[in-house]
């Protein structure tokens, strides 16, 4: 499992350390590739999809009473979003309080909303426990977008570098992350964070490739 303040490449543990230089994480002396990092990050979501489903199937079983469930599934949202964000940031210690600011924002505005209409919709009775249960995982795919818009941030005010969006693994992409991914390199303040403004939503697999201007004309 990802920490707050370390990531794992693998069964062996070996610790990432993180390289401010080149705002990429190192394991030893070689740097971790985007590939290994969104594998990382694709590991992540799924603990997260699986906390969130077990808190839907404690609510389904009556084991923890809706209030509970509501209370607990704010929290693991919140707690989700926050370590994506500090992994997305290079770990806690490069995480401050602008950035847990933006995190929050998107809390009050998107998620919390979401969260009060879901709950609105299993009190009056209109989801099955099979789509309760989906609905909650979706919560889990939705943290990612917290890591992508943390690690935009690093590059603020670098205006010699330029982000494509990549499509991710997913079977079938929607029409707007086909039209992000095709413009090809733009300017970072162009760029589209995964999981945003797309009829994919939570869904989202896409990712976002950074690079210099100077190593694309290279």
């Known amino acids: 499992m990802l920490s707050d303040n370390l990531l794992h490449l693998d069964a062996r543990a070996k610790s990432l350390k993180w390289d401010k230089k080149t705002n990429s994480y190192k394991l030893g002396n070689r740097k971790v590739s985007d590939a290994q990092l969104y594998r990382l990050i694709r590991s992540e979501v799924k603990v997260n999809e699986q906390k969130f489903e077990k808190l839907a199937n404690r609510l389904i079983s009556g084991d923890i009473s809706f209030e509970q469930w509501q209370s607990q599934m704010s ?3 919140r707690r989700s979003h926050v370590k994506m964000a500090r992994i997305g940031r290079g770990g806690k210690s490069n995480t401050f309080a602008y950035h847990y600011l933006m995190t929050g924002n998107d809390m009050r505005t998107i998620h919390y909303p979401a969260l009060q209409q879901f709950s609105q ?11 309760i249960v989906a609905r909650s995982k979706l919560y889990g795919s939705a943290s990612k977008n917290s890591f992508e ?10 205006p010699e570098t330029l982000a494509r969006r990549r499509l991710g693994a997913c079977r079938d ?3 707007d992350c086909l039209r992000y991914a095709s413009a090809g390199w733009v300017s970072l303040s162009a760029i589209i964070p995964p999981g945003e403004r797309c009829q994919c939503k939570m869904n989202c697999c896409c990712s976002v490739e950074i690079k210099s201007n100077a190593q694309i004309q290279a």
């Open 75 to 77: 929290d693991t949202i």
């Open 121 to 131: 919709e299993i009190a009056d009775g209109k989801l099955t426990p099979k789509q």
């Open 149 to 158: 818009v943390a690690r935009l941030s690093l590059y603020d005010n670098q």
């Open 173 to 175: 992409h929607c029409s």
